[in-house]
Every structure is written in structure tokens, then in C-alpha cells.
């Protein structure tokens, strides 16, 4: 850093924000906020002292010059200095200082900014005793400096006489602080292990930053924050926006959050959990890191108020087994126990029956909950309706288990014709509709045959409408005498109808030669 006489004074910007980053302004030696100094001293001459005195009416930071006894002047350059040094990340961009210095003997103060490498800038160096406010040029500094140095030798190369009036003071500092880094971020805890979440889970965040430190941290899931905290009060506030330290916040911090994935802002399915660590900005946009995660979520069935089930059962009623067919319009009833690990009975826990119609992009819905009675047994009515996939579904906190049972069901149509005598040649019109859901452009075939008969022939192969309604007509041949014949109307099985084949009621019609 060069002398007052090699650099000129360059012209003096108030604040400036060379970088795209988060900016804080820090107070230094300002009596009024009761802010201290983090500047440090050096000097190659035992001739400088460097005194701190940031009290309302003491002259602030000092550099005084003084001879000991016999000494006669100070060697060309040799200097005393306080140095304010950006943090690692960080650089100096911009500020202000109020200072007051003053020359004998050859001895003169000066301020100045500089850079890691290349050129320095004096931002002041009017010796003449009174009080001058100095602005901090816009720029990349890493340093920023008040001096008190040998500049202009009196007798060869030395600064001869006692210069004891040469003098820097400053105080009520402030330097603008740019921060370039980013925080480290890493997580982990149990909502992160994969696989399937229930019930309260752990989410745990280690980050660090070397700029200004660590100012928040935020835990959003599906784009609403459900956790964080603000760091602010650890950040040596000042009144005015401003903060006391060069490096103000935590450098590290290490959180665990309990997040409840049974509420909101969590839903049943896929979530997108975002966890972010922020910097310290109180101007522009701070940095920040973030990690980003896919979380599947099982709330369907709610947690059991009662706890402590290890082991449970559930059958369809009268079969005892998992698996029934059923006549289409059945209803059919499932019966479980829930017990402890010694096959106890748990009473007055909540179990879930879940449900999922077999048909495309379907998924398990909550139909019902039921409770155990003083024995640990529960039971529940299936209504009528398609076949079905069920699940019943005991859970305890994050702990779950279930049992899944299937339920097939014979499909069925109604069957309408238009007349129930007839004439050959004559046509007769069938009419009928399959139940939902994914009724539209399902197969059904009519079939006839006469009573009696080993075989039976086709009528018709009808495809039915929107809402499952379907249609067809048949002309009969001639017939030797009077003959009744039987009809029905077959719903075959097809790829993503949830109903297993089944026939309508017979329907008859007489035909005359």
C-alpha cells in the first residue's frame, strides 16, 4: 500500500454493489450504538502505538507517533496501521467513515482501501487536524486501512523530530460488506430414508458459510413452508439496519426438525419437501442453498388413538378366508381382531378399511373406520358394488400394518325385449344396461337357445353406449310349430371392467309359423 505522495485521492462513492449478492453494513467504533472495533493493529516501528477508544467523546481509533528518549526521527515508510479485513467470502463494496488526521515532521495519516492483489486506493488523507467524512469507493476491497506512516522525509531518509501532534483517528465506521459464497447445505433424518412415510418424522440440516454466517433456514413441503426459523437475533443486530460484526451471524448450525406428515401441509401421495439455508443480506438477494426431495406420504388411514397392536387378522365373514366371489348386488361382511404381541386384545383401537375398485388408474381410498370391542374384534359391511381390492389398516404413529383381502364380483346386465310373440321374418329388438364404473364400450353377447336344447346359439355381439346402455335386434327363421325360446344377455370378462363374467335373467319369446 503506497504513501500518500505516489497515489492520487480517486473520487469517492458512497455506497457501491459491484456484485450480484446479498449485501450487510456493518457499524465499527460508533459510540452512539455502543459499537466496538474488530480492526487489528500493526505497525514496523515501535514509534506508532495503536490505541481504542470508541467511547461518545474519545477520539475513536488512534494512531499516535512517539519517540522514546535519544531517538531523534522515524525511518522513511516505516508505518503503524489498523486494518479492518472482509471475512473469507466476503469482500468490502462500499461505506463511510468519519476520520481526523494530522502531519509533523514528515509524519502523515491517510486512509485506504485495497484489493488481495493489484492496487490500492487512498479514500482520504487531508492532514490538516479537522473532521472529515470519507466515503469508501465502490469496489472489491479486502481491506480497508488507517494509517499513520513516514511519507515525507525531512533529513534524508528519516522523518526527524519528535512529531508527537502526527496523529490518525477514525470512528463511526461503516463498511458495506458483499457476500460471495453460498452456504454448504447437507440433510438427512427419517422423512429422507425412502420408501413409504407415516405418522411424525425427523428431518435434520448440518450448513455452514463462510461469508457472513447463517442467517435462516426454511422447510417447505408442496410449496408451503411447514418449519424453519430466522437466526436474526444471533446476528449482532444494531438499531438502523446494521449489525456490529464483520462476520455476524453462526458460521454452522445443525437443526432437527419433527414434521407431522398427517397434516398439512403434507398430503397422501407424493410430496416435494425443499429444504434451504440463507445467508445474512439486509440489501439484494442473500445466497442461499437448498436441497430438494420426493417424499411418498401414507396418510391414509389416521393413527389409532389406542396403541401397542402387533398382530392383526381380518377375513370375509362365513368363508374365513381373504379371498370371495359374490353374486352382483351382495353385500358381504369382513371381521378382524387386533392384538398385542402375546395375542392380547387391543380394545377400542381404531382400524381402517380401505378400498380400490379394480379398474385403470384407480387407488385406495379411506372408506370407513371401525373400532375393536373389549375382545380386540372389529367388523365392517362391504356394501354391494364392483370387485375390489381391501385393505385393512391398523396404525400407531409411524408404525403400520395391514392385511389386504379380494373381492370378485359377477357382472351382470338387464335385459329388455320388445315383444314377447312374434312371427319369423319379424324383427325383435334387445335392450339392456351394465352397471358402472367403465361401463362405455364394454361387450355383451346375447345368446338363445329352446328349452330343453343341449346347445345355444348366438344372437348378437352388442357394444353399449356412454352410460353402459346397449342394444341389438334379431329376426327369427321360419319354425315347423309354435316354439317358445330363451334368451340372456352374457357379460364377458374384459381388461379394466371390474365385474368377472356373469349372465342377465332369461327373458322367453314365443314364435308361430
Known amino acids: 500500500m503506497a504513501g500518500t505522495g505516489a497515489v492520487a485521492l480517486v473520487t469517492l462513492i458512497l455506497i457501491g454493489t459491484p456484485a450480484k449478492a446479498g449485501d450487510y453494513v456493518v457499524a465499527q467504533c460508533a459510540p452512539g450504538l455502543n459499537a466496538g472495533t474488530e480492526a487489528r493493529f500493526s505497525s514496523s516501528s515501535n514509534h506508532f502505538k495503536g490505541i481504542q477508544e470508541c467511547g461518545r467523546n474519545a477520539p475513536g481509533v488512534q494512531i499516535r507517533h512517539q519517540l522514546a528518549a535519544g531517538e531523534t526521527g522515524t525511518v522513511h515508510r516505516r508505518f503503524g496501521a489498523w486494518v479492518w479485513t472482509a471475512p473469507p467470502g466476503t469482500v468490502i463494496s462500499g461505506g463511510s467513515t468519519r476520520s481526523r488526521l494530522e502531519n509533523a515532521n514528515g509524519v502523515s495519516g491517510y486512509l485506504v482501501v485495497s484489493p488481495d492483489t493489484g492496487n490500492s486506493a487512498v479514500t482520504e488523507n487531508q492532514n490538516d487536524g479537522n473532521q472529515h467524512l470519507s466515503a469508501i469507493p465502490a469496489g472489491r476491497w479486502r481491506y480497508f486501512v488507517a494509517r499513520l506512516e513516514c511519507t515525507a522525509p525531512n533529513e534524508g531518509d528519516r522523518c526527524v523530530g519528535a512529531a508527537s501532534d502526527a496523529h490518525t483517528y477514525v470512528k463511526q465506521i461503516r463498511l458495506r460488506l458483499t457476500d460471495l459464497s453460498s452456504p454448504v447445505l447437507s440433510v438427512g433424518g427419517s422423512l429422507l430414508e425412502g420408501g413409504v412415510r407415516r405418522g411424525r418424522q425427523t428431518l435434520g440440516l448440518i450448513a455452514s458459510d463462510q461469508g457472513a454466517g447463517l442467517k435462516s433456514t426454511r422447510i417447505t413441503v408442496n410449496g408451503v413452508q411447514a418449519a424453519g426459523?430466522?437466526?436474526?437475533?444471533?446476528?449482532?443486530?444494531?438499531?438502523?439496519?446494521?449489525?456490529?460484526?464483520?462476520?455476524?451471524?453462526?458460521?454452522?448450525?445443525?437443526?432437527?426438525?419433527?414434521?407431522?406428515?398427517?397434516?398439512?401441509?403434507?398430503?397422501?401421495?407424493?410430496?416435494?419437501?425443499?429444504?434451504?439455508?440463507?445467508?445474512?443480506?439486509?440489501?439484494?438477494?442473500?445466497?442461499?442453498?437448498?436441497?430438494?426431495?420426493?417424499?411418498?406420504?401414507?396418510?391414509?388411514?389416521?393413527?389409532?388413538?389406542?396403541?401397542?397392536?402387533?398382530?392383526?387378522?381380518?377375513?370375509?365373514?362365513?368363508?374365513?378366508?381373504?379371498?370371495?366371489?359374490?353374486?352382483?348386488?351382495?353385500?358381504?361382511?369382513?371381521?378382524?381382531?387386533?392384538?398385542?404381541?402375546?395375542?392380547?386384545?387391543?380394545?377400542?383401537?381404531?382400524?381402517?378399511?380401505?378400498?380400490?375398485?379394480?379398474?385403470?388408474?384407480?387407488?385406495?381410498?379411506?372408506?370407513?373406520?371401525?373400532?375393536?370391542?373389549?375382545?380386540?374384534?372389529?367388523?365392517?359391511?362391504?356394501?354391494?358394488?364392483?370387485?375390489?381390492?381391501?385393505?385393512?389398516?391398523?396404525?400407531?404413529?409411524?408404525?403400520?400394518?395391514?392385511?389386504?383381502?379380494?373381492?370378485?364380483?359377477?357382472?351382470?346386465?338387464?335385459?329388455?325385449?320388445?315383444?314377447?310373440?312374434?312371427?319369423?321374418?319379424?324383427?325383435?329388438?334387445?335392450?339392456?344396461?351394465?352397471?358402472?364404473?367403465?361401463?362405455?364400450?364394454?361387450?355383451?353377447?346375447?345368446?338363445?337357445?329352446?328349452?330343453?336344447?343341449?346347445?345355444?346359439?348366438?344372437?348378437?355381439?352388442?357394444?353399449?353406449?356412454?352410460?353402459?346402455?346397449?342394444?341389438?335386434?334379431?329376426?327369427?327363421?321360419?319354425?315347423?310349430?309354435?316354439?317358445?325360446?330363451?334368451?340372456?344377455?352374457?357379460?364377458?370378462?374384459?381388461?379394466?371392467?371390474?365385474?368377472?363374467?356373469?349372465r342377465s335373467a332369461a327373458r322367453y319369446i314365443r314364435v308361430r309359423p
Not at 366 to 373: D, Q, R
Not at 379 to 386: E, I
Not at 445 to 450: D, E, L
Not at 454 to 465: Q, Y
Open 229 to 502: 426459523e430466522d437466526l436474526g437475533s444471533s446476528c449482532h443486530p444494531l438499531p438502523g439496519a446494521l449489525t456490529s460484526s464483520l462476520s455476524p451471524c453462526p458460521k454452522g448450525i445443525g437443526k432437527v426438525y419433527t414434521l407431522d406428515t398427517a397434516a398439512p401441509p403434507f398430503r397422501h401421495g407424493n410430496n416435494k419437501v425443499e429444504i434451504c439455508v440463507f445467508d445474512y443480506a439486509q440489501t439484494g438477494m442473500p445466497n442461499f442453498d437448498c436441497e430438494s426431495r420426493q417424499v411418498l406420504v401414507d396418510s391414509l388411514c389416521p393413527a389409532s388413538p389406542v396403541g401397542g397392536g402387533k398382530k392383526l387378522r381380518a377375513r370375509f365373514a362365513g368363508s374365513g378366508k381373504r379371498f370371495a366371489r359374490l353374486k352382483f348386488g351382495t353385500a358381504t361382511i369382513i371381521r378382524g381382531r387386533l392384538g398385542d404381541g402375546n395375542g392380547n386384545p387391543i380394545v377400542g383401537a381404531q382400524v381402517c378399511v380401505q378400498v380400490r375398485t379394480d379398474a385403470p388408474n384407480r387407488r385406495f381410498k379411506l372408506l370407513a373406520t371401525t373400532a375393536t370391542n373389549s375382545d380386540g374384534h372389529f367388523s365392517y359391511k362391504l356394501k354391494r358394488g364392483a370387485s375390489r381390492k381391501i385393505r385393512v389398516v391398523y396404525r400407531d404413529g409411524s408404525f403400520q400394518m395391514s392385511r389386504s383381502l379380494r373381492l370378485k364380483v359377477k357382472g351382470t346386465s338387464t335385459l329388455r325385449v320388445s315383444r314377447h310373440r312374434t312371427r319369423p321374418l319379424k324383427r325383435v329388438r334387445f335392450f339392456g344396461k351394465i352397471p358402472g364404473p367403465h361401463a362405455a364400450g364394454r361387450v355383451v353377447v346375447v345368446y338363445g337357445t329352446v328349452p330343453g336344447a343341449k346347445k345355444r346359439f348366438l344372437v348378437r355381439r352388442a357394444k353399449t353406449n356412454a352410460v353402459g346402455r346397449w342394444r341389438a335386434a334379431y329376426s327369427f327363421t321360419p319354425v315347423p310349430a309354435k316354439t317358445r325360446f330363451v334368451f340372456w344377455a352374457v357379460v364377458p370378462n374384459q381388461n379394466g371392467y371390474p365385474y368377472t363374467q356373469g
